[in-house]
């Protein structure tokens, strides 16, 4: 065959691809697969897209085109489907183009193996020999774990968290809120061509971030209604959803301009931060030490050193600049580590090429866990995602909580936030499943970003004395009513308290057999459930309904603190509420006064009435 044809048999190969792949996508609901990567709430949809993706990516690799042909070809495609506006099409893929690029030349993986690793389970379990490890637990036996109660009055300490602040320097009023873009709100947006669409004074519900105003309103009023903090923890996220629009500098200016409000409001407290997924460029990219170069995150690392050395001690340096971690002991006897979540993060495409334990923070991990055990500290950790959620990796997800299942007895509280949700995670004892053993909470957004109210959350903590637990005894979440704030915008915004955790949920302490035996109350409430929904959503007027599957999933992600495991991990649950449900079925029968001969005469017609219709195509 010559050369000439070839070409040409190529080159119709090539064109059977595109149309094939067409096909392929006109067939997905690229509405749904849209909404699930927003939500991370991920089914088959997803998973397909993900393959046909990648089968894309994989083709124009192998076919040896160069980079400026895929970049052209993706863009292309992201257009003709609709999936972004063109300007966001061509923004984000120019932006990651490189990365990933980078990334897929070096792969040997499969289609079904990448987007099993990124998706989850909802994608199947293909065996990847490149991503199944496991961290070493040091040879010294778990001490016997006693459940110790906080001293009823003792000494507290009063903690301020704040997480996902996403400060948009660029929100302008009156712009259009309900853009066709993932950020509205901004003279790009153009402006409302009616009041509805319009951008509100103090922010919007719809998919826009936190004005300055409305940021400085909530530190006004914090400093003045929590004048007694001891100290904040801030679980990351700064710059704002444009994430096709980012550059360095820009984002390195919000997280100058944010750090510079903490140190004006609360110039005397002390802050303890960990690193989100939103602040590095492209986002979600923190690729391994060894990766160099232009592509290298060594930029953000060292501008976290700079901006946390108030805050931080010398000590904490060399981990925050090898990969934004870091471990201080806070007071005599009580340490708090921050995590860079970032390595669990299934959008972080660099751990494609390895995901065992970057920078070897797990392990080290272990190692501040075990020297605190031997000096009797108890410890806190912070980081941005729930190691519980879709989002971080199953590997990385299972190692972290064996680590927590270890050491339970040192590990007091977690502290996480990327959810914007106001909810928690339960852990378990690896051996004896029933039983609940620490607790992750999931901080509120302060951002409205979208559908919420901005709020914050106060933690009641055991204080400074000789047998102190460091437990959690209360929260309370306190928001602002968005709609109220926005009919006033002449009046500074009410900032009031949503609720206090022991008393809206009738608990006696927030132990972790208390949070747990509220899952179990809640499948059997609903009345109780919609309280914690009301507060899921922080009292959003903008919250959606929420049905039975709803309910479901939500109770399932309070067991979760161990990703991609619901099957195991929510089957109790799921059980009892289908148990609930079938009684409420019964009992509906019952007292609606139909007979069972009622309901079998109405199913057999049913029966006829299908059997009638199929005879129609026979």
Request: proline share 5%.
């Amino acid at each position: 065959m010559s050369f000439l044809s070839q070409m040409i048999e190529q080159e119709e190969a090539h064109e059977v691809f595109l149309l094939f792949l067409g096909n392929a996508f006109k067939l997905m609901n690229i509405k749904a697969v849209m909404e699930e990567l927003e939500t991370s709430v991920m089914s088959s949809v997803s998973c397909n897209a993900c393959k046909a993706g990648v089968g894309l990516l994989q083709h124009y690799v192998d076919a040896g085109k160069n980079h400026a042909e895929i970049i052209s070809a993706a863009v292309k495609v992201c257009i003709t489907m609709k999936i972004e506006s063109k300007r966001v099409c061509e923004g984000i893929i120019h932006l990651m183009g490189d990365e990933v690029l980078y990334v897929m030349s070096r792969l040997v993986l499969t289609a079904d193996e990448i987007c099993g690793f990124v998706i989850g389970d909802v994608c199947g379990h293909p065996f990847n020999p490149y991503h199944e490890w496991e961290v070493i637990l040091p040879p010294i036996p778990k001490p016997v774990t006693r459940a110790v109660v906080p001293v009823e009055d003792a000494p507290a300490l009063k903690v301020l968290h704040l997480s996902d602040t996403h400060l948009d320097p660029y929100y302008v009023e009156g712009t259009n809120a309900a853009c066709n873009e993932p950020l509205c709100c901004r003279i790009t947006s153009g402006y409302s061509k009616s009041v509805v669409d319009g951008a509100g004074y103090w922010g919007d519900y719809r998919k826009c971030d936190m004005p300055r105003r409305t940021l400085e309103s909530m530190f006004q009023h914090i400093a003045t209604q929590h004048p007694d903090l001891d100290y904040i923890v801030w679980t990351g996220d700064i710059p704002p959803h444009d994430v096709w629009n980012q550059t360095r500098k820009e984002n390195i200016h919000v997280l100058r301009e944010t750090v510079q409000l903490f140190n004006f409001y609360f110039p005397n407290t002390r802050v303890f931060p960990a690193l989100g997924n939103h602040e590095s460029v492209p986002v979600n990219s923190f690729p391994p030490p060894f990766v160099e170069s232009y592509q290298s995150v060594d930029w953000l690392y060292k501008e976290l050193e700079l901006q946390w050395r108030k805050w931080l001690p010398a000590s904490a340096s060399p981990t925050v600049l090898k990969g934004g971690f870091y471990s201080v002991l806070a007071k005599p006897g009580f340490r708090i580590i921050s995590l860079n979540m970032n390595f669990c993060n299934n959008k972080n495409w660099w751990l494609l090429l390895n995901s065992t334990d970057p920078v070897q923070e797990l392990q080290w991990l272990i190692y501040e866990l075990q020297s605190a055990e031997f000096n009797g500290e108890k410890v806190h950790i912070l980081g941005h995602i729930p190691p519980g959620h879709s989002d971080c990796l199953k590997v990385w997800s299972h190692n972290y909580y064996r680590i927590i299942n270890r050491y339970e007895a040192t590990v007091t509280a977690q502290f996480f936030g990327h959810t914007h949700f106001d909810e928690y995670e339960v852990f378990y004892d690896e051996d004896f499943r029933s039983r609940a053993t620490n607790i992750a909470y999931i901080g509120p957004s302060v951002s409205p970003y979208y559908g919420l109210n901005p709020g914050y959350r106060v933690y009641k903590i055991d204080g400074d004395y000789k047998t102190s637990t460091r437990a959690v005894v209360d929260h309370e979440n306190w928001v602002m009513n968005l709609a109220e704030a926005n009919r006033y915008p002449h009046l500074p915004p009410r900032w009031y308290k949503l609720y206090s955790a022991k008393e809206a949920y009738g608990m006696t302490s927030l132990s972790p057999q208390e949070w747990d035996s509220l899952v179990y109350r809640m499948a059997m409430d609903d009345d109780l459930f919609q309280n914690y929904y009301w507060f899921y959503w922080k009292g959003s007027s903008a919250r959606q309904l929420c049905d039975a599957d709803c309910k479901k999933r939500l109770l399932c992600d309070l067991k979760s603190g161990r990703s991609n495991d619901r099957v195991e991990t929510c089957n109790e649950i799921e059980q009892q509420l289908d148990s609930k449900n079938a009684k409420s079925w019964r009992s509906w029968l019952r007292k609606s006064g139909l007979g069972i001969t009622y309901v079998f005469t109405f199913v057999a017609g049913l029966g006829w009435l299908g059997s009638s219709v199929g005879s129609l195509f026979g």
